[in-house]
């Protein structure tokens, strides 16, 4: 129920209003969201950590905001070194518009990063906006292999996806949003991350296991030993500000280990579904408001 109340005041003007304005909300925010994204880029890599970054925002309402979130992700792309990603939310290039809006804006930022040796990933959202995510990720394959997306193991359709991107690379995440018919109760949508992680480390996909679960990261590791993957053929990833002694843990036993680094001033609608996903931090934020200390 938390949970779901939290993803509720993800979506609240109200809400949003009254924790964005306040400034006893920026320790928090910090955590999470990189304030200066080239030197956090620059600290992680120096770590050995490899990186994945998103710039906030979604849901534009005119072209005009959609290109100037590809002229964002241009400009992010001098700040990446080989071997970097970006994480990219189709609803910042338009989808909502148009499908091909979103596509050619989506190749135009695939071109470039391919010029710079850095991957793209088609990030997942709302439910409504799925098949078209995974529409325009098909079409950009043709010319652009290694485009990345994400599938969310709280779906049910989540395997069968799994099963029909064979050769690609896969993010596979728990959810962080809401939908008809979806599963709710923890235990099921550990089943279905499961039962997706067997498909893609069985398979010819390139798993891209985005969990912090504990027990979660055992098995990943587990199955990639079964399957006959070494450390090259498949990644954990994490997000910023979440189980950071863990990353380097990972990185310092040879895995490749990506940190999903947002930055931006959009951060209220992704804070709050982190928050979501990992409960607990929900006290961090909450005594982050009521004291400087």
């Known amino acids: 129920m938390l949970r779901q109340a939290l ?25 999470y969201v990189a304030d200066d994204v080239g030197a956090v880029i620059g600290e992680l890599t120096r770590k050995g950590l490899l990186v994945t970054v998103d710039h906030l925002g979604e849901e534009v309402t005119d072209q005009a905001q959609a290109e100037a979130a590809v002229a964002e992700y241009l400009r992010l792309l001098d700040l990446l070194p080989a071997g970097a990603d970006v994480s990219v939310k189709l609803t910042a290039l338009g989808l909502r518009l148009s499908e091909g809006l979103a596509l050619d804006h ?24 799925i098949p078209g995510l995974h529409s325009v990720h098909a079409a950009l ?49 550990d089943l279905s991350f499961v039962r997706c992680l067997r ?30 993957r070494d ?12 189980r950071p ?21 959009d951060w209220y609608a992704y804070l709050m579904r982190r928050l979501a996903e990992r ?6 934020f909450l005594r982050s408001l009521v004291s400087r200390r």
């Open 106 to 129: 989506a190749a135009a930022i695939c071109r470039a990063a391919a010029a710079r040796d850095v991957t793209v990933t088609l990030d997942a959202e709302e439910h409504d906006t």
């Open 141 to 189: 394959r043709g010319d652009h292999p290694d485009v990345g997306v994400v599938v969310q193991a709280y779906l049910p359709e989540a395997l069968e996806r799994c099963e029909r991107l064979g050769g690609a690379r896969v993010r596979l995440c728990k959810g962080a949003y809401t939908a008809p018919g979806a599963y709710t109760r923890p235990a099921d949508i």
């Open 199 to 228: 498909i893609l480390m069985a398979g010819t996909a390139y798993p891209m296991v985005a969990t912090h679960d504990p027990r979660m990261v055992r098995i990943a590791s587990t199955l990639a030993v079964l399957e006959g």
């Open 231 to 242: 450390v090259t053929g498949y990644e954990h990833q994490m997000l910023y500000g979440v």
């Open 245 to 265: 002694d863990e990353q380097l843990r990972l990185a310092g036993q040879g895995a490749r280990m990506r940190v999903y680094v947002p930055y931006g001033s």
């Open 279 to 284: 409960p607990r931090n929900l006290a961090f």
């Open 7 to 31: 993803l509720a005041v993800s979506k609240s003007e109200r809400a949003e209003r009254v924790i964005s304005t306040s400034r006893l909300t920026a320790d928090v925010v910090r955590r």
